[in-house]
């Protein structure tokens, strides 16, 4: 008998392929249990930001990322058991936000996120 984590972990990298600088404000999670962090302050144009996201085995991993100018990085992985796809969204006027990979996450555990691993590129909008 396997003893379940009391929480799942994602591992989320964000490539800033811009020419813009992203000044990071501060986080908000949709459940109790929920976590975000992230090593940068400043997210400089050509650098990686590592984003660890947490949650209990109860509840998605659902968050926004505030960055200045009103620019909000919206993320959701669902459990292994839940039905839909993540979303890695920025909503900025002149960046999209692209899924360059994605690794699912090897316990498989209804209860665990979907996903492990994920980068993310930020590119100037044409």
């Known amino acids: ?4 984590p009391n929480y799942s972990t994602i591992t989320i990298s964000l490539i800033n392929e811009t ?5 990071f404000d501060h986080a908000v999670v949709g459940y109790p249990g929920n976590s975000l962090i992230i090593d940068k302050k400043k997210l400089y144009p050509g650098e990686t930001a590592t984003i660890i996201g947490t949650t209990t085995t109860n509840f998605d991993l659902i968050g926004f990322l505030y960055f200045d100018e009103n620019i909000i990085f919206h993320i959701f992985v669902p ?3 839940h039905y839909g796809q993540p979303i ?3 909503n900025a ?3 999209n936000s692209i899924i360059q990979s994605k690794i699912l996450n090897p316990d498989i555990e209804p209860r665990l996120l979907l996903y492990s691993v994920v980068t993310i590129i930020l590119k100037t909008m044409n």
């Open 1 to 4: 008998m396997s003893i379940v």
């Open 19 to 23: 020419q813009f600088i992203y000044n």
């Open 79 to 81: 459990l292994q058991f």
């Open 88 to 90: 890695f969204k920025i």
């Open 93 to 95: 006027n002149h960046t």
